[in-house]
């Protein structure tokens, strides 16, 4: 690795920065490079907690000069639009939940990132997620890990690296907690030391995805609110205002607490249920990929997040068709949420992914 030209992600935040620093204390050749996704004016944001802003470049650039690297700029936007903000905007109008930083990291950060790195000579990309990649002599591919630190980790969010691109990158943090993180670039006094880390959506930092889609699509049609029997329980704003689990802000009486369990988009009604109405046996995910594995013979038995950050659960996984599988639980698991990722593991090692139907 050493003497490696690598060309690091940086977002402008504390865990790419430093991972720049790793890598040239490892005696890499290194550049960073930062992705300009959007204006915080674009969108109506304030600066302090979106990740490839304007002003998360310019945290870059001094921190790439405070570290004597090159530092490019390289302006997505209109892919981030295409690819990112528009099919998060499309997804939730057709009753899906889905989550954009997978998009992203597929479409932008490990695919045209990684083209570009190449454009310019660059052998490896970096990036400063929390994983690991390892090689295995056994099953000859690449694997994908957990990181040191499980509360960072970020593995949930990258199921869909190729083989190619994880013969390609680099993880510099994937191996360290976070605080050792902050200790290397306050004592660097790198820019980006204090820096907090970017929240929730970074087009969205406010969280409120119904007004974000309003904005863009228009005010969504009220109608009716069932129980799970069908008696009308009231009327909804929108079915983009709820989410599958939720409970509050669904405004309706009911003698036991309620919980949003379906969506109907064809009726446009939203339907809820007690609590044990949540759970389900099973469910099936499409456009998957796996990077333990070519593919999947038979049943296999692994656990599987449904969440970003969720215990994961016992399953066992079998092939429907091509990019389709069953994904059936051991014990009923809870709010599985149609265009949320389902993301298959073998203890610490992600077998693969893909998005729930």
């Known amino acids: 690795m050493e003497s490696s030209k690598v060309l690091v992600a940086m977002s402008g935040g504390v865990d790419s920065s430093v991972a720049v620093k790793l890598l040239l204390d490892k005696g890499c050749e290194c550049a960073g490079a930062t992705m300009k996704l959007y204006s915080n004016d674009d969108i109506g944001l304030k600066p302090s907690k979106t990740c490839c802003s304007l002003d998360d470049t310019q945290d870059a650039k001094l921190a790439a000069m405070k570290l004597g690297v090159e530092h490019y700029v390289f302006n997505f936007s209109d892919e981030f639009k295409k690819d990112v903000i528009d099919h998060f905007v ?9 989550n954009p930083c997978i ?24 990036t400063g997620h929390y994983v690991r990649r390892e090689y295995s002599d056994t099953l000859g591919r690449w694997l994908l890990r957990r990181s040191t630190d499980i509360k960072k980790d970020q593995s949930y969010v990258l199921y869909n690296m190729t083989q190619d691109e994880l013969a390609h990158t680099l993880f510099p943090c994937g191996e360290m907690h976070k605080d050792n993180i902050r200790d290397i670039a306050h004592r660097g006094e790198l820019v980006t030391a204090g820096k907090p880390d970017s929240q929730d959506i970074c087009f969205i930092p406010d969280g409120d995805y119904a007004r974000f889609i309003t904005d863009r699509a228009g005010e969504q049609e009220p109608g009716d609110i069932l129980l799970t029997d ?3 329980l009231g009327r909804h704003r929108g079915l983009i205002h709820y ?7 669904v405004s309706v009486s009911y003698t036991e607490p309620l919980f949003v369990v379906r969506k109907d988009m ?3 009604t939203l339907i809820l249920g007690t609590k044990d109405k949540l759970y389900r046996d099973s469910l099936t995910a499409k456009n998957c990929n796996f990077i333990m594995y070519d593919r999947i013979d038979g049943r296999l038995h692994c656990t599987a997040q449904t969440r970003y950050h969720q215990t994961p659960s016992g399953c066992t996984v079998s092939v429907l068709d091509e990019g389709r599988v069953l994904c059936e639980f051991d014990e009923p698991h809870r709010a599985i949420s149609p265009g949320q990722a389902v993301v298959f593991y073998d203890g610490d090692y992600v077998i693969g992914g893909g998005e729930i139907e």
């Open 90 to 98: 499309d997804s939730y109008l057709c009753g899906r939940t889905p």
């Open 103 to 126: 998009e992203c990291n597929k479409k932008l950060k490990f695919g045209k990132f990684l083209e570009r790195a190449r454009l310019l000579g660059f052998e490896y990309i970096a």
């Open 230 to 232: 069908g008696t009308v």
């Open 243 to 249: 989410t599958v689990g939720q409970r509050r802000g």
């Open 266 to 268: 064809q009726t446009n």
